[in-house]
């Protein structure tokens, strides 16, 4: 009898351990994402991922003072989310090795490159809203934006049953219906398999979703040239000229990729002092894309810069 009242006592003993090891950072968080999708599931909720530095980020420090403290916060927010804190900071002697290898392993899988990023995920971790910095909101304003937020997850859920219900180009819309709601970064980056499944069901390019998935992916190709051609060229503004017109050769984007390259391209001429390549690259990237919404923005610079060029010519 005290053998069986010893084994129940040292299991109770054990939940409360690791009860306490999942709720380490209190007031309502926990550390452990397993439990924090078990909990998720089994009470039909999302999960709110707070990647913070909390004994150095200012900005962390405010958003936690300001927000995640707050009585709004506090009761409003856990009913719709499971609140989880993926913590860097200096001092981990609060932290276990555990904890420790979790966060850089979960930090490395969505890509995270500032504090604090807040992801909002369905119960098994699919993201599906982004916000990286705080802008100072109250906790009124920020918990509603993310009750807001969280409709886009609802939505996607809504077109992925129609899809699962329907078959061929029908099946392929509702998907398209559902990736369109978030930007294109975190479309390729976590919706990559059902982009693959459209362009598949739409092979002939029937509803113009294959070659609009192309162009997405071609653009995030190209962004990522781009990015490898500045670094290996930083203080060589020529080379990267020429490195970016190779690859308007090769690849002969059109539309947005298009845009991004003779974008670029027109920057990186400007700093080689070709005001004339520089304008022409301008206005051809106007030209590409024409319905893009930087158009006002190339608009604005070509104004700006050359208007006030001639200007300056006249003067003399």
């Given at each position: 009898m005290?053998?069986?009242?010893?084994r129940q006592?040292s299991?109770?003993?054990?939940?409360i351990f690791?009860?306490?090891?999942a709720?380490?950072?209190?007031?309502?968080w926990?550390?452990?994402f397993?439990?924090?999708?078990?909990?998720a599931?089994?009470?039909?909720?999302?999960?709110l991922?707070?990647?913070?530095?909390?004994d150095w980020?200012g900005?962390c420090i405010q958003?936690d003072?300001?927000?995640f403290s707050?009585?709004?916060?506090k009761?409003?927010?856990?009913h719709?989310f499971?609140?989880?804190?993926?913590?860097?900071?200096k001092?981990t002697?609060?932290?276990?090795?555990?904890?420790i290898?979790q966060?850089?392993?979960l930090?490395?899988?969505?890509?995270?490159?500032g504090?604090?990023t807040?992801?909002?995920?369905?119960a098994?971790?699919r993201?599906?809203a982004?916000t990286v910095?705080?802008?100072?909101?109250?906790a009124?304003?920020?918990?509603?934006?993310l009750?807001?937020m969280q409709k886009?997850?609802i939505q996607?859920?809504a077109f992925?049953?129609?899809?699962?219900?329907?078959q061929?180009?029908e099946k392929?819309?509702?998907?398209?219906?559902?990736?369109?709601?978030f930007?294109?970064?975190?479309?390729?980056?976590v919706?990559?398999?059902e982009?693959?499944?459209i362009m598949?069901?739409?092979a002939?390019?029937?509803?113009?979703?294959?070659?609009?998935?192309?162009?997405v992916i071609l653009?995030?190709?190209i962004?990522?040239?781009?990015?490898?051609?500045?670094?290996?060229?930083?203080t060589?503004?020529?080379?990267?000229v020429?490195?970016?017109t190779k690859?308007?050769?090769?690849?002969?984007?059109t539309?947005?990729?298009?845009?991004e390259i003779l974008?670029?391209?027109?920057?990186m001429?400007?700093?080689s002092k070709?005001?004339?390549?520089?304008?022409?690259?301008?206005?051809?990237?106007?030209?590409?894309?024409?319905e893009?919404?930087?158009?006002?923005?190339?608009q604005e610079?070509?104004?700006?810069?050359?208007?006030?060029q001639?200007?300056?010519?006249?003067?003399?």
């Amino acid at each position: 009898m005290n053998n069986t009242l010893n084994r129940q006592i040292s299991c109770l003993l054990g939940f409360i351990f690791l009860s306490s090891l999942a709720y380490a950072s209190g007031d309502g968080w926990i550390v452990d994402f397993e439990k924090a999708q078990e909990i998720a599931a089994k009470d039909k909720k999302d999960i709110l991922m707070d990647f913070t530095g909390s004994d150095w980020c200012g900005y962390c420090i405010q958003l936690d003072k300001n927000v995640f403290s707050q009585d709004e916060f506090k009761t409003k927010i856990p009913h719709h989310f499971v609140l989880l804190k993926l913590d860097f900071p200096k001092d981990t002697s609060k932290q276990t090795k555990e904890e420790i290898e979790q966060n850089k392993q979960l930090n490395k899988e969505y890509q995270i490159s500032g504090y604090p990023t807040i992801l909002l995920t369905d119960a098994s971790g699919r993201p599906y809203a982004k916000t990286v910095g705080y802008g100072g909101d109250s906790a009124e304003e920020y918990s509603s934006k993310l009750i807001d937020m969280q409709k886009s997850r609802i939505q996607r859920d809504a077109f992925f049953a129609k899809a699962d219900a329907a078959q061929g180009i029908e099946k392929a819309k509702f998907l398209d219906q559902a990736i369109s709601l978030f930007d294109e970064e975190m479309a390729l980056s976590v919706y990559r398999k059902e982009i693959e499944q459209i362009m598949a069901l739409d092979a002939n390019d029937e509803a113009k979703l294959k070659s609009k998935y192309e162009n997405v992916i071609l653009l995030q190709d190209i962004k990522e040239q781009i990015n490898e051609i500045l670094k290996a060229n930083s203080t060589d503004p020529a080379a990267c000229v020429e490195a970016l017109t190779k690859i308007h050769e090769d690849k002969k984007p059109t539309g947005a990729p298009a845009m991004e390259i003779l974008y670029i391209r027109a920057f990186m001429k400007f700093q080689s002092k070709d005001m004339e390549g520089a304008r022409a690259d301008l206005e051809a990237a106007i030209q590409a894309n024409p319905e893009s919404p930087r158009v006002n923005e190339i608009q604005e610079i070509i104004q700006r810069v050359f208007k006030n060029q001639e200007a300056n010519k006249q003067a003399q």
